[in-house]
């Protein structure tokens, strides 16, 4: 029996569901039940029925599934796969912006741990980082972790007073200005789709800045043949699968997530046997934890 057979047949015997980021290795994503953006597959997975969810992504993915449905079983296929962006925010920083502005929201990136999210007062994704900002009745803004997508945001929504944290992405930083105008030079009729965890110099130079799923959406619609693609090449599968006759160019040679092509088939087939790699949290912490996923999904829908 093939890999892909005995995952077939395991996901019955479990009664599992799979749902895989767009980062994830293209043989993972062909053989997903959902694939989408960070906000998409939170969605999902609070509307899925089956008993189990194996998530293909990382740490914060799984653990904000759990954090949603505690009655459910949440497998990773590889426990390693964390994305360092998730860890860089201090909780005693938190709590010292708290102290000095009254007014203060804590807006979370959920590419944040969970415990990061218990100190924050709604989560976002690239997705609805905007929306959910200009939403807030607070004037002082805190987000954590990721600099870049809260530069964004403030420049989006100027009428607030961002305060942002030093976290990034190293994949998304690694794409330069200086790359980006190399490939539109070499490239001149191609857009230039941009994911707003780059640098604000990257975003400058975008047609368009959005999440995965925004990217692959507006290459989708647009009458361009060609585009420049500012975020993980993981994108590349869905592109081409939407997109056949359109041509996708990347900007260097590191637009890869290591953590997230950790995910391989033989991992999948081996969590849905084994069972071990659940994702477990304790209560008191799941529960702080999602006020502000909660938030998210009602102010963002
Ligand atoms: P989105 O798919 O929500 O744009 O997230 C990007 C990302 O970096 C996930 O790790
Ligand atoms: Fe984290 Fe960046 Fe990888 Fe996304 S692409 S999981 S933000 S390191």
Redesign the pocket.
């Known amino acids: 029996m093939s890999t892909i057979d005995k995952i077939q047949e395991l996901k019955k015997r479990r009664d599992a569901v799979i749902l895989a980021h767009y980062?994830v290795d293209d043989k993972v994503q062909a053989i997903a039940d959902y694939v989408g953006d960070s906000f998409y597959l939170s969605k999902v997975a609070t509307t899925v029925e089956a008993k189990t969810i194996l998530f293909c992504g990382?740490s914060f993915m799984g653990e904000s599934a759990k954090i949603l449905n505690p009655e459910k079983t949440v497998i990773m296929p590889d426990m390693q796969a964390d994305?360092?962006?998730a860890h860089m925010a201090e909780p005693e920083k938190i709590s010292r912006m708290r102290r000095e502005y009254e007014d203060l929201a804590v807006v979370c990136y959920i590419?944040s741990t969970a415990e990061l999210k218990t100190y924050s007062d709604v989560c976002v994704t690239s997705s609805n980082a905007v929306k959910i900002v200009r939403a807030l009745p607070n004037r002082h803004i805190y987000f954590i972790p990721d600099e870049n997508l809260g530069r964004y945001a403030a420049s989006q929504v100027p009428e607030k007073h961002f305060i942002f944290n030093d976290g990034f992405?190293?994949?998304?930083t690694s794409i330069s200005a200086e790359n980006v105008r190399k490939a539109k030079e070499a490239h001149p009729g191609a857009e230039i789709l941009v994911h707003p965890?780059c640098t604000l110099e990257v975003t400058k130079l975008a047609d368009y800045i959005g999440s995965t799923s925004g990217i692959i959406d507006f290459a989708t619609s647009s009458p361009a043949g060609e585009f420049i693609i500012c975020t993980?090449m993981g994108v590349l599968y869905e592109l081409r699968q939407k997109n056949p006759g359109k041509r996708f160019y990347s900007v260097g040679h590191r637009q890869f997530?290591p953590?997230?092509k950790r995910i391989s088939l033989e991992k999948i087939e081996d969590a849905l046997e084994s069972m071990s790699n659940t994702v477990e949290l304790p209560e008191e912490r799941r529960l702080l934890a999602l006020r502000p996923l909660e938030r998210m999904l009602q102010l963002g829908s």
Request: proline share 7%; aromatic share 6%.
């Open positions: 980062y990382v994305c360092p962006m590419n992405c190293h994949v998304h965890e993980e997530c953590n997230m």
